[in-house]
């Protein structure tokens, strides 16, 4: 097979779905404002390739049911930050490759029950009001048995740690609130106490850092008081309380200060309970440990030391406990200025004595660590920093200890493991095949380097040439932010490359580097890297082309930089942009040409945005700039396409805090702005602007894009329906013809969890869209790249097409039609909004083509939004196999 093949063929039986509507719905049918662009089945466009999770990973836990374990932890690879997990068998086999979704929520804790875990976690951020705590059980085959969880309790105050026990009877959950709290859970989900139970209600100051364990009927709670001491109290199954005057288990300030960091087990015999302190005499960090038996009575009063530090400068960190069947085992990480972070193990006897004076060095490079025993050895979790590659992408590691101590996994086990992520889709069309391209962490996640970018070309009845994805930047320093466009003769691709080097503020420095590629995928020639910068890593340069060159502008700084590129590649010398009119930084740039000269865009978040038109070696026709936007515009980001006509620049406008209205202009190719107010494609996206997330898709921005062909625009963007959650961002679409009208829109993209922002690219006749989406699965469980075909150009006949198309119920379709080999289905109207806003819904069917897609199947929009699949009358295409020069969808 030559490399301009097919590399799959689409295999999907079509499927077909009739329904009812009532006539309100049928009517819109005849609405000449709307148009009803024919969507392909969603695709992926490349095979995963499994390493270390992408994203970061913190705070793990583990437990066990017995036999295995379940480890847990913090993840950012999803929209929000969640709660991952894997379950590790008794031989050391990690049996979840993509790790199992808990749910949203951080810090999880975990807890077995005899029959299933529970895990608990808490919102993510401290500055939620009230804080929530979660649980979710989840069952020993690895089956969450409570998707999205419930509730425990809530923290209103100042929060500080939560921890899981089982008593025998019920899970016992407790928590830090200035007062320490508890609440019960029964096996089957149910919380016995909703408002939750003070633990020590005469104590006076603040309570911190609670931990628990049980003797299988009774609890012992644990936690450092006011006094700075260690303090406990015993709880019976029916919540009552033992000691309404707390224990004193610690030993006076005076002999150990600072205790912190307490972790408790139950041995068989006694509660063994271990915290951090610092011996007076020397400033030494030590680890401590004191029985106390199931009635309450401390028999270390001046505790047992396990292991004391060498330096003051160092500390003992993520103490944690648990019995093995013979003894306790501990484990702690040790901090030093010099040279970095270890993890130790000790055991303790159930006579009090240390069997491992000092500690045993498990790894280095390790923060964060928590222990489970199956009885008859132990599993611990840790979070490894040997792959860190300068962006923190610590990683979930773990290895078995035999009872007698020694090491069983050597190397340790990976825990948090996933495919690839995958992030800023990038598409454009050289006349053949689109090449689609986004950034990748494949090699960061098997070789702890950095995001690459990989590229794939898809075919015109989309099929993907390249599954395994080509490789155009590469290296040890972060690739991020491509872009691509065809300059006649090959495909030209930029992106931003940093060494994270920095400029000692924290800030790394981005370059642009260029690569071009011929039709067939082959990289012609060297990487360039270009001689100026940004620090704005998610602003691709701006790059088009006339046909004959191109040129490439970047916001660097103050300044606008940029340079020609000719189509054998050589580029020119770096000129500068005059951009007079912003106060500040310039954080975005957009570029279009018509074919002889370009029209150039820019504008500071908040800000106006201007444009200034360049000849083909870059000089500035209209130095300064004039502004494209209305009086009052608050630009975030910002696109331009050329139509044949005109240009359309469309923005994403936050004006007065707005929630991400999509406003667009015309621009004539001698400069003249020709909507001075604007033209409102949407007028509200209800996509609020959020905080950032780690490296991965999160719900903020609208962040729209355009692509022109035959006199109309497509123009797509992130939506959110005002009753769905926050995190239900679809991508919708509306086309805007050259005298300014803009269609109704509909939806382009409505999986579960957000989409990230959508990249465009007209063919000859029907547009290519791709954007991101995390979907929690058994083969990808990762933010993925998807892509879908688009027949949206309006027509009346087949005259009215681009010469390969023909009119099919007022759309032009390709020869091969929309989908070939599965179902196409139209784009419809929105339903549960005013057309008018903006608003809407869609309907997806099986996706075909790779089945690397993390959501092969999707039921976008549910079985409410099926069933308008009639308003628009549904078509399915024949077999790929039938020898006709299109498909026809009836």
């Known amino acids: 097979m030559d490399d301009t093949s097919p590399s799959a063929a689409h295999t999907d039986a079509p499927l077909d779905l009739d329904a009812t509507l009532p006539a309100r719905f049928l009517d819109t049918s005849s609405d000449p404002a709307f148009l009803a ?13 499994t390493g270390i999770a992408s994203g970061y990973q913190t705070n793990p836990a583990v437990a066990s049911d017995g036999d295995g374990y379940l480890v847990a932890w913090t993840d950012s690879r ?33 807890a077995f029950d005899g029959t299933n875990y529970l895990v608990v976690n808490r919102t993510a951020t401290l500055n939620a009001a009230p804080l929530s705590f979660h649980g979710t059980r989840v069952s020993p085959d690895g089956v969450v048995l409570d998707p999205g969880g419930f509730t425990l309790g809530h923290a209103a105050g100042e929060y500080a740690k939560h921890d899981v026990a089982f008593d025998g009877t019920n899970f016992v959950v407790t928590w830090g609130q200035v007062a320490t709290h508890l609440a019960r859970v029964s096996p089957d989900g149910v919380v016995l106490d909703p408002d939750g139970i003070i633990v020590d209600a005469s104590a006076s100051g603040w309570q911190s850092a609670p931990s628990v364990a049980s003797d299988g009927t009774s609890s012992l709670v644990v936690w450092v008081a006011s006094d700075e001491r260690i303090h406990g109290a015993r709880i019976g199954p029916s919540g009552a309380l033992l000691d309404p005057t707390a224990l004193v288990i610690g030993p006076a300030v005076s002999e150990l200060y600072g205790q912190s960091n307490p972790t408790v ?36 009063p001046t505790g047992v030391v396990v292991t004391e530090g060498s330096a003051w400068d160092s500390s003992f960190n993520d103490l944690n406990a ?49 222990v489970a025993s199956n009885g008859s050895g132990s599993l611990v979790a840790w979070l490894d920093g040997s792959a860190s590659n300068g962006r923190g992408s610590n990683t979930v590691r773990g290895a078995r200890l035999a009872q007698d101590g020694s090491l069983l996994d050597a190397p340790s086990l990976p825990l948090a493991t996933s495919s690839n992520g995958q992030l800023y889709p ?31 070309r898809v075919g015109p009845t989309g099929e993907v040439y390249d599954p395994s994805g080509i490789v155009i930047g590469a290296g040890p320093s972060l690739q991020t932010s491509p872009i691509a466009v065809f300059d006649g ?109 370009y029209l150039l865009v820019w504008g500071a978040a908040g800000e106006a945005l201007f444009g200034a038109r360049l000849t083909a070696d870059g000089q500035t026709l209209d130095p300064g700039g004039f502004r494209i936007t209305p009086v009052g515009a608050a630009i975030r980001s910002a696109q331009v396409a050329f139509d044949g006509d005109h240009y359309l620049v469309v923005w994403e406008d936050r004006a007065s805090g707005g929630d991400g209205a999509v406003g667009a202009a015309r621009v004539t190719p001698s400069g003249t702005v020709l909507d001075p107010l604007g033209i409102v494609v949407t007028p509200a996206t209800n996509v609020p602007l959020g905080g950032w997330n780690g490296p991965y898709n999160d719900t903020s921005g609208t962040l729209p894009a355009v692509t022109c062909q035959a006199g109309h625009c497509l123009v797509a963007w992130r939506h959110r329906a005002a009753s769905v959650p926050s995190d239900a961002v679809d991508i919708h679409a509306a086309v805007v013809d050259g005298a300014g009208t803009v269609s109704s829109s509909c939806v382009l993209a409505d999986g579960p969890g957000p989409e990230g922002a959508p990249a465009l690219s007209a063919g000859t006749v029907e547009a290519l869209v791709a954007y991101s989406r995390f979907t929690a699965s058994a083969t990808t469980s990762s933010e993925r790249i998807l892509s879908r075909r688009v027949a949206w150009i309006p027509c009346t006949t087949s005259a009215t097409c681009p010469s390969e198309g023909t009119c099919d119920e007022g759309v032009c379709v390709g020869p091969l039609g929309i989908g070939e080999g599965g179902d196409g289905t139209r784009c419809r109207e929105p339903v549960d909004a005013d057309p008018d806003a903006g608003g809407g819904s869609g309907c997806s069917v099986p996706g075909t083509g790779l089945s690397t897609s993390p959501g092969a199947l999707l039921p976008l929009g549910a079985l409410g939004a099926l069933g308008l699949l009639a308003a628009r009358r549904r078509r399915i295409l024949r077999d790929a196999a039938q020898p006709q020069g299109r498909r026809r969808i009836r």
């Open 489 to 597: 003769a090959s495909t030209l691709v930029s992106w931003l490359s940093t060494s994270l080097g920095g400029d000692g503020d924290g800030d790394a420095f981005y370059n642009p580097q260029i690569a071009r590629l011929t039709p067939t995928g082959q990289i012609v020639g060297p990487v360039v890297t270009l001689p100026f910068q940004t620090i704005n890593a998610e602003a691709p340069p701006a790059l088009a082309s006339s046909g004959n060159g191109a040129l490439l502008v970047l916001a660097s700084g103050e300044a606008l930089k940029g340079v020609a590129i000719a189509p054998s590649g050589t580029v020119g010398p770096v000129f500068s942009v005059e951009a007079s009119f912003n106060t500040g930084f310039n954080d975005f740039t957009a570029l279009a040409s018509d074919g002889d000269g």
């Open 78 to 110: 999803a929209p929000s930050w969640s709660t991952f997990a894997t379950r590790v068998s008794a031989d050391g086999a990690v049996l979840d490759s993509q790790g199992i979704f808990i749910g949203a929520g951080i810090s999880p804790t975990i």
């Open 322 to 370: 648990a019995f093995d069947g013979q003894s306790t085992v501990f484990t702690w990480t040790l901090f030093s200025e010099s040279p970095g972070h270890w993890i130790y193990r000790a055991r303790f006897s159930p006579a009090g004595t240390v069997l491992d004076p000092g500690g045993v060095l498990l790894d280095s490079e390790v923060m964060q660590s928590s």
């Open 37 to 49: 662009p024919i969507l392909s089945p969603e695709f992926g466009l490349d095979q995963p390739v």
């Open 426 to 456: 990038a598409v454009t069309f050289n006349g053949e095949s689109h090449l689609v391209l986004w950034s990748d962490d494949r090699n960061d996640i098997k070789n702890g380097s950095s995001n690459d970018i990989i590229g794939a």
């Open 265 to 300: 087990t139950f041995d068989g015999q006694n509660y063994v309970v271990a915290w951090t302190a610092s011996l007076p005499a020397t400033e030494r960090c030590v680890v401590i440990a004191a029985r106390v038996t199931p009635q309450g009575i401390v028999l270390d």
